[in-house]
């Protein structure tokens, strides 16, 4: 009876066809969080506002100075008094406060011999933000340093990602994001609307088998997602310009594969909650947060607590989104990410072999 | 063979027993009602013919097939329409036909002279939402949806519920047509008033049977006088009956009281007592099923 499944597909698409209000949310969340994370949230230093405090306006003074406003990321907010520093960090006038050294040039001169040195530049960093403030550190101490970078120690070079640009880091953690919101959270809720509205009592006492209805739920939910999948790669390559070196192809299937998986989450929830409500309840705070923390999207895993570090082993989102940034930035085939690819095939399995096994073709 | 055979079916739902060791027939193609009020067990019975749950004693079979071994070709023979609408409000008349369709694996076109009577009411609104249809007319399509793959026994819960008078009786006719075509029916319904429609109906009451048998048998076996007595306070001569020598019961029965008495009650002496009754009046009744599920129940 093949011409059976075909129309429970359509029927399918029919419900989300019409719900149209659902179907612009899901279209527009997407697009929404990228440009979000893309551009209005960031962890890079940007505009932070700098005052100088120099006993001596020397040539050398002039010139780090010169080379700190001509930065894009540092607006030069000009010369105060060391007794000002204080009242201009406090009132969130300036971030950092640059403090030139009396003999500034002296010591300059006297470190190009080789002669040891105290410190010449006492950098003050407004820290209330951490990471702007960490990062404005290392990044104003090379615009400082410029001309001694014969005498500096390291050579850091920033690979895949020179500018450390945020959207590059959150790419992949949104898709890891919106495809479990998009397929787990949807599906479960179609399947739980069925149940709550007494349609699902109808459909098994039919010949069909409950595989068939739950395989004929999942399938527009998979197209919807593919379209999603194509924006968000088309989103991430010409409005964020994020590389793709490593060919999209396997970026792509990789997507497909944790697609699946997000489908076979939903379906799972569906046989746990009894109301639509309780399936956005599991799948918005239950699935979301192991997401948003525990995954690397937000916080690197190697910064957990070793208990979290364990924790996340099970979060399917982690394995994921790792994977997409060593394609995506890294630029890596997907044969270097075997190990993620197999890992999330096993979770696939599983979740789907107890969903299945758990759904239930009685009312109780 | 009968359509329906249920034997000693019990289902409790922890402590509480939803159906208590209940035994009944359905005869082939018979329009068999089940009669109560609501918390009588008849949707949970429905759920167990229909293979929905499982019994927690006895056994029952539908069409000759068990309802816990072979529950899958039970669910291919049977109609079943839930107390609820349970069609699709967002897909039209004709999508949720053709659906039901598919889904057994049948046609429209096959089984449209089954229907015709039924969906040909509605064909008009055939590109409408489901969801917008009246009440009348969501209960005509579910009709013609579980009726779609001509199933050999028809399980109808509760189809009248909320459904306006007139609907309501074109619902009956219909169902009595269906009756030409030899399938079997078993419908359930709280309204004592449609057991007259049925062929034979079991009363039920928390869980139990009460009693089996033509409506007309079942109303013959009413063996005490019935009367329906007013006044112009009905609270207060409600009490006042339930309280007088000879009166078994008194209770509310639409604008009268219907009031059983004994055999040694005489009723001009009755009278003869109540004439201190602001505009009392009293009427010899003839007993309906409802008299009858009260006296059965009150037993």
Redesign the interface.
Known sequence: MRHNFGSFVKKESLHILRDKRTMLVVMLIPVVLMVLFGFAISTEVNNVNVAVVAPERTDGVSDAVERLAHNDYFTFCGYIDESEIDKELRTGEVGAVVVFATDYDRRVAQMAEGVPTAPLIQLIVDASNINTASSATTYMQGVLLGTQSQQAMFETRMMFNPQMRSAYNFVPGIMGLIFILVCAMMTSVSIVREKEMGTMEVLLVSPVRPVKIIFAKMIPYFAISCVVLVSILLLARYLLGVPMSGGVWGIFSLSLLYLMLSLALGLLVSTIAKTQMAALLISAMVMMMPILMLSGMLFPIENLPIFFQWVSNIVPARWYIDAVRKMMIQGLPMMAVWKNCAILLGMTVVIMGVSLKKFNDKLE | MNAIEIHNLSKSYGKHKALDDISFDVRQGELFGLIGPDGAGKTTLF?LL?????PSAGSATVDGHDIVKEY?AI??C?G?M???????G??SVE?NL???A????VTVAESYDLIAPIYSQIEPFRKRRAGKLSGGMKQKLALS?ALIHRPKVLLLDEPTTGVDAVSRSEFWDMLAGLKEHGITILVSTPYMDEASRCERIALCNEGRILGIDTPTNIVKAFDKRLYGVSARNMYSLLDRMRHTKGVVDCYPFGERHHMVVDEECDIEHLKMECTDIESFNIVSAEPTIEDMFIKLMKR
């Open positions: 759920r229909t293979t929905l749950l499982r899958r669910r291919s049977v079943y839930p107390g609820r609408f349970s069609l699709y967002d897909l999508e053709n659906f039901f598919a889904m057994f694996g949806c």
